[in-house]
């Protein structure tokens, strides 16, 4: 069956950067957009930015344009999200998910990645 | 602050019907469909309406979606226990940069 499988949980230093994998099987990587949904302690969903796994190409939330890069490797069928320069408030839930289509619903999640920063 | 505005909480008792509702402005729901999201204590989020009103294969047809202007909304009938969960609703956002926004959640409590 389609799924995500993300990296395990990172501990972090105030100011440092964070690199959260995301890897795809049971379907074409190539196929299906990649998402970057990131979730506070007690907060709600956030949608951080996509990439297109076919030829790399990105999008990003404004909140997040200097401080984001998400990349892939097509070979490993795994996309990489990298926040840099976390604060506290960058403590939260990472999750990676795939619409059906282009501005489709996410069907599919992977099962998250708890990124706490701490100075 | 989320984009979309929903009701922080709901409740109702077994076997009731209850709405949780989702109202955004005419870059988001007024221009593209609304999906709902279920995530239960602990987990990632599921989807459960996708396109306003289409349930994914093995979501009981006790949920429901509808869309009107910059609102939506989804209903549960016949309440279960195991209902009790945060509710997203999200939609494309076509304002500046073509984005995803979703609610602030709600908290659903069956008494």
């Known amino acids: 069956q389609m799924q995500l499988v993300q990296s395990g949980a990172e501990v972090k230093k105030t100011g440092s950067s964070v690199k959260v994998s995301c890897k795809a099987s049971?379907?074409?990587?190539?196929?299906?957009?990649l998402h970057w949904v990131r979730q506070a302690p007690g907060q709600a969903l956030e949608w951080m930015g996509w990439?297109?796994?076919?030829?790399?190409?990105?999008n990003y939330a404004q909140k997040f344009q200097d401080r984001v890069t998400i990349t892939r490797d097509r070979s490993m069928s795994t996309a990489y999200m990298e926040l840099s320069s976390l604060r506290s408030e960058d403590t939260a839930m990472y999750y990676c998910?795939?619409?059906?289509?282009?501005?489709?619903?996410?069907?599919?999640w992977g099962q998250g990645t708890m990124v706490t920063v701490s100075s | 602050q989320s984009v979309l505005t929903q009701p922080p909480s709901a409740s109702g008792t077994p076997g009731q019907r209850v709405t949780i509702s989702c109202s955004g402005s005419s870059s988001n729901i007024g221009s593209n469909t609304v999906n709902w999201y279920q995530q239960l204590p602990g987990t990632a989020p599921k989807l459960l309406i996708y396109s306003n009103n289409q349930r994914p294969s093995g979501v009981p047809d006790r949920f429901s979606g509808s869309k009107s202007g910059t609102s939506a909304s989804l209903a549960i009938s016949g309440l279960q226990s195991e209902d009790e969960a945060d509710y997203y609703c999200a939609a494309w956002d076509d304002s500046l940069n073509v984005h995803v926004v979703f609610g602030g959640g709600t908290k659903l409590t069956v008494l």
């Open positions: 990439i297109t796994p076919f030829n790399g190409n990105t």
């Open positions: 998910a795939s619409p059906q289509d282009p501005e489709g619903a996410f069907d599919i």
């Open positions: 049971g379907y074409t990587f190539t196929y299906r957009y």
